[in-house]
T-cell receptor, first 110, second 117 residues
Framework: KQEVTQIPAALSVPEGENLVLNCSFT??????LQWFRQDPGKGLTSLLL?????REQTSGRLNASLDKSSGRSTLYIAASQPGDSATYLC?????????FGAGTILRVKS | DTAVSQTPKYLVTQMGNDKSIKCEQN?????MYWYKQDSKKFLKIMFS???????INETVPNRFSPKSPDKAHLNLHINSLELGDSAVYFC????????????????FGPGTRLTVL
């Protein structure tokens, strides 16, 4: 059974900082891993999908890396902005389903 | 245009009632999902349909029954509601169920907050 852990659980940083969110998973037999953000009271927005054969995926100020064999993924956010404040969720996919971590609550202060 | 929409956004009801939540996607996707997010914010898959065929049915009480009239719609009917059913229910869709492709990205609806009193 896949278990997903995200560290830290919460993070508060001043605007402009570069930061790293960590995700670890117990079953490395995954097809891909997706990072989402969730704003309070809203649905999830897909940020990046990284295939199991890839090491990195980039979109704007976001960069996700994947080390499948060690069961780890990181989401790097460059030059953080107040608009980045949200909960960030990682979800590796094994079989037909995504398994979600509990998320990292990010607050970027202006 | 909203890609994945759900109705209602909020649902408050009494224990023992039967209720439905509707989901529609206009992305032309083949696969749709229902997730439950509990008070601790954990998101867990409940069901998945591909072209109206059930492909995932997690350990969910029989009181929950998904219905897919066509591949653009996946509704969730809940019988005999209990206090523990209170949660936010999210619908999602993806282009196909073949694992590993770039079409695997899941798109989520805004959620339905269900409160059982």
């Amino acid at each position: 059974k896949q278990e997903v852990t995200q560290i830290p659980a919460a993070l508060s940083v001043p605007e402009g900082e570069n930061l790293v969110l960590n995700c670890s998973f117990t079953d490395s037999a995954i097809y891909n891993l997706q990072w989402f953000r969730q704003d309070p009271g809203k649905g999830l927005t897909s940020l990046l999908l990284i295939q199991s054969s890839q090491r990195e995926q980039t979109s704007g100020r976001l960069n996700a890396s994947l080390d499948k064999s060690s069961g780890r993924s990181t989401l790097y956010i460059a030059a953080s902005q107040p608009g980045d404040s949200a909960t960030y969720l990682c979800a590796p996919r094994g079989g037909n389903k995504l398994v979600f971590g509990a998320g990292t609550i990010l607050r970027v202060k202006s | 245009d909203t890609a994945v929409s759900q109705t209602p956004k909020y649902l408050v009801t009494q224990m023992g009632n039967d209720k439905s939540i509707k989901c529609e996607q206009n992305l032309g996707h083949d696969t749709m999902y229902w997730y439950k997010q509990d008070s601790k914010k954990f998101l867990k898959i409940m069901f998945s349909y591909n072209n109206k065929e059930l492909i995932i049915n997690e350990t969910v009480p029989n009181r929950f029954s998904p219905k897919s009239p066509d591949k653009a719609h996946l509704n969730l009917h809940i019988n005999s509601l209990e206090l523990g059913d209170s949660a936010v229910y999210f619908c999602a869709s993806s282009q196909d169920r073949s694992a590993g492709g770039s079409t695997d990205t899941q798109y989520f609806g805004p959620g339905t907050r269900l409160t059982v009193l």
